[in-house]
């Protein structure tokens, strides 16, 4: 079985610019999640999605964060524009039955670094 | 916000001894995973254990879940160099969010 997949691996932005990331989910995981990490700590959960449809975003600063699940595959996120403070690495997550979880599989994440 | 708090922050120890993680949290849950970051990497889940559950065990791994305590601990056996890692509690409610506590950063020398 295939992982999650994430893309870039790793950006280099300066403050006040755009990006976006990729995750391809586990093919038939209908939740995916995207967590922020930042150094030394734990991930913290940015949003979840339900198919294509939000479960959670409380804790996604919507004023300068957004994402997206196009047709319940894929998702980007994105982070318009960047503060210093968004310099962390970003984590997306799949899994196969929010109802009886049996863990989430992780991609390897993307390293956003705001200079 | 963070839900568990692990304890201790870091271990060092020998290879072939064992490493005990212990983790508290807040809330009620419905269920309590444990998993392993290597720098720079992903997290790689190692083991769930549900609410109604009271101790669970994997390999190396053994996880005790005390509910009336909110407290959990990992217990790694017969460690080995590979074991080198992060390790972090998350917490698990009926929506399926996790809620990860801050880690253990764990060394074990050859």
């Known amino acids: 079985e295939a992982g999650v997949a994430q893309s870039p691996r790793y950006k280099i932005i300066e403050k006040r610019q755009s990006v976006a990331f990729w995750c391809n989910p586990i093919s038939g995981h209908a939740t995916l999640y995207w967590y922020q990490q930042i150094l030394g700590q734990g991930p913290k959960l940015l949003i979840q999605f339900q198919n294509n449809g939000v479960v959670d975003d409380s804790q996604l600063p919507k004023d300068r964060f957004s994402a997206e699940r196009l047709k319940g595959v894929d998702s980007t996120l994105k982070i318009q524009p960047a503060k210093l403070e968004d310099s962390a690495v970003y984590l997306c997550?799949?899994?196969?039955?929010?109802?009886?979880?049996?863990?989430?599989?992780f991609g390897s994440g993307t390293r956003l670094t705001v200079v | 916000s963070q839900q568990g708090e692990e304890d201790p922050q870091a271990l060092s120890i020998q290879e072939g001894e064992n490493a005990t993680m212990n983790c508290s949290y807040k809330?009620?849950?419905?269920?309590l995973q444990w998993y392993r970051q290597n720098s720079g990497r992903g997290l790689v889940h190692l083991i769930l254990?549900?609410?109604?559950?009271r101790e669970k065990h994997s390999g190396r791994l053994r996880v005790t879940l005390d509910t009336s305590k909110k407290s959990s601990s990992l217990l790694i056996t017969a460690s080995r160099a590979a074991d080198t890692a992060s390790y972090f509690c998350a917490t698990g409610v009926n929506t399926g969010k996790l809620i990860f506590g801050q880690g253990t950063t764990l060394q074990v020398k050859p």
């Open positions: 997550a799949s899994s196969s039955n929010r109802d009886r979880p049996l863990g989430y599989t």
């Open positions: 809330t009620s849950i419905n269920n």
């Open positions: 254990i549900r609410s109604n559950e």
